[in-house]
């Protein structure tokens, strides 16, 4: 440790002397607070509009917190039953073979596919956005399965403007409200104005004349108005944060026209279509702030959505939207291209091509736009005499905002402190900048504790899909801080990037650039380079933070004292007994124990159902806790580095070193030959508890071994290897085989394959590369390391070829699905493996 920390010594030295003559200092800060302003306004711009209601299959709202919310929903008509059926909320139990994102960038849009076994119906919708005035559209193409060519499919758009001006913000339609329908080829046009867009158009068009509108004879519709082969429009008013219940709206108003039917024409002999029975129309005579407009079509269709801002330049029209969804598609190809470098054998290989950019496409689909208050419980104490379970009782806190990635779209669509982390990866290596944007609002969210919520359930639409029991958050609960994980590789490619004029765009895994920061260089261009703007190609490219640094460096900047606080609240609150149970580590601090866990679940920990100590005890101390905080410090060190804090720099190293010396001193245990948890038998003494699986990898998926103990390598390595405890043909499984609790209780981390823990195992077996004391070692690392690579890709890739899905997890056995469908969240980490080199090289 001793070099490392005298030449750094001597960097400050020298940066010191460098600050002291620099002379221009005033015009650097004058150009830099422009590039934030301008880096700032285009990203605002570039991210404005997106699908970032990820819970519903169509559903489009800005990056603002009360706006416009938009959606669409599709149905079969032909029978009654499938009021109860509508395709609006992403939902796994729906007979769908796959759905989500071909091709999709959050800065210029792309295209989704709807695969609809029930309805025999393939739905395309396609996004596509202008940035510079803020326009967009949607194109809508249905597609019937053969021999389904007559079946009808009835779709609704509804878009609501929720205000915080209600008496100056409008949206309304250019023809008030026709009772009895639009004819074939009339478009709907609405007309709103709002502070955020100024005055702006929506057209619904009714497509190309070859659409063909369900049309029934009149006397099967009861009354001329619900004639399924017009446009149907209908508004009413709904307060703010309502415009999401659109669907259940729908469902009363027609509910409402069919009883008003039943009404007027009680006899049982007439029967009517339900074509027709399933048509919006305005009994009430409502108008107001919440729009829906249906159409009923049956064979091939097509349509338009398109918003302009009314004074844009460059508006949207349906006859030149085919080319701007080309033009789209080809952008997004060439950024992917660009970004993503697969390794062999999955290089230059369509299938495989076609399967890394439909995971980056629905990790990116995944994004999602939070704003609204959560439930905090910060009264309750856990008791830590009995270790009961206890019922939260929560109280509205905030209203907070949110842009984050979700595990699942169809499962758990809303934000997650530990996922989060994983999500990032792969978009670290896609847009740098997009993946600081979700940084930053996570960040935003630590309070002044120190603390962040581990699961972000904000607002009622986010609530709607968590049972009661778990909607409410405790500050006493940690959860691993992956995000810091991400922080620290962005740093150090921005790091790295000054330190090269060779393409950025190579430094593709996080393992890539473990060396630490050059600070010098670094410094050397954040002050002295004059800079020369953010150009339209670093925001499509998500390059801007690589291209002028000292952006990277204001923001290191500004967050560092909250980064602070939230690194102190995990010190603090997560500690571990030493002196209690008179047990002696080479440092008397060093050592942690996760909060609220109970008999059979540490749910903080991330990995629930993992075996622990039997019987929970303040005794405890938890090896994976204990390594992430490893990461966080290491992090901290870096970024204090960067900002040239020299005391926080050496208290950071001080605290890393203790970390690493304690986990060999508290948690290595010489009879198992792996890292243990620790806790007390009866007697008070204590003892390893030893499940060997992923909790026991931790110091190694984290490089938090010391230099001084490589050889437990050799033992870590055996045990990934053993296909009798931890090695399958499908990745790495997340208990041992030989472990008693194996396959046992809910069987969620004790046996199935997790791809991020999977990612992070590929990872620290390349970054030890060098350091496997044998040849033997290293052949027995690289086989395990190629093999597990590839056996991960190909397992995923069968089940999705499949069953068009990926899975939360996968079956130890025999490779099949488990879990949540749909789980483009951290199991697209897929994407940076087949990235990853195809096997190790020593040098
Ligand atoms: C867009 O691309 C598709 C497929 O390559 C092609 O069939 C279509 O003609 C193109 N449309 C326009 C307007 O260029
Ligand atoms: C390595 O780990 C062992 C066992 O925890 C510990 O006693 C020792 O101090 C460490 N260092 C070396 C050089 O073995
Ligand atoms: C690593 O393993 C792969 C696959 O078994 C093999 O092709 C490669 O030669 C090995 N690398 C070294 C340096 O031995």
Redesign the pocket.
Known sequence: MVGPISTVALTFLLLLLQISTAGSIATNEQDHDNIVNEYNQATDKSLLWGPYRPNAYIGIRPRLDRSLISGLFWFNSDSMDNLNKIRHYCDQSLDFQGFGWERYDPRIGGEQVFKDNEFKLDLRTYFVKNQEDGNWALRVKGTPRAGFENSATSLVFYTGLESDDPDNDILLSSFGTPKNGLDKGESVKLLGSNSAFGEFEIEITDGPTTNKHKSIPSKQMLDSSLDPSKTHYLSLRVPNDNVWRAEEIFQVLIQESVQKLVQDFPDPKLNPDSNSLLQLRDLQGFEGNLHFVQKTFVGEFEFDIIFNVEKSEDKFQAENLGVKINDTLKQFDSKFNNKIKLQPPFQNVDKYEKFAKEILSNLLGGIGYYHGDHLVDRESEFNEETYEKIQLKGESEGPFTLFTASPSRTFFPRGFYWDEGFHLIPMLQYDMDLTLEILKSWFDLIDEDGWIAREQILGEEARSKVPTEFQVQSPKIANPPTLMLVFESLLKRVAAATDTDADTASFNQLGDIDSPIDVEKFDDITTTKTDSGISQTDIFNGESHLKHPQLMMDYAREIYPKLQTHYEWFRTTQRGELEEFEREP?YPTEAYRWRGRTFTHCLPSGLDDYPRAPIPDIAELNVDLISWIGVMTRSMKEIAKLLDMEDDYQRYSRIEKEIM?NI??LH?S?KEKTYCDVSVDGNDEDMFVCNKGYISLFPFLLKQI?A??L??LKHIVELISNPKELFTNYGIRSLSRQNKFYKTGEDYWRSPIWYNINYLILDSLKHYTNDYATEELFQLANKTYTQTRLNLVNNAFKHWKKTGYLYEQYNDVNGSPKGAKHFTGWTSLIVSIMAMPESLVRN
């Open positions: 080479t010396q060999q001193d290595w010489d010391d001084s103990n050889s437990n």
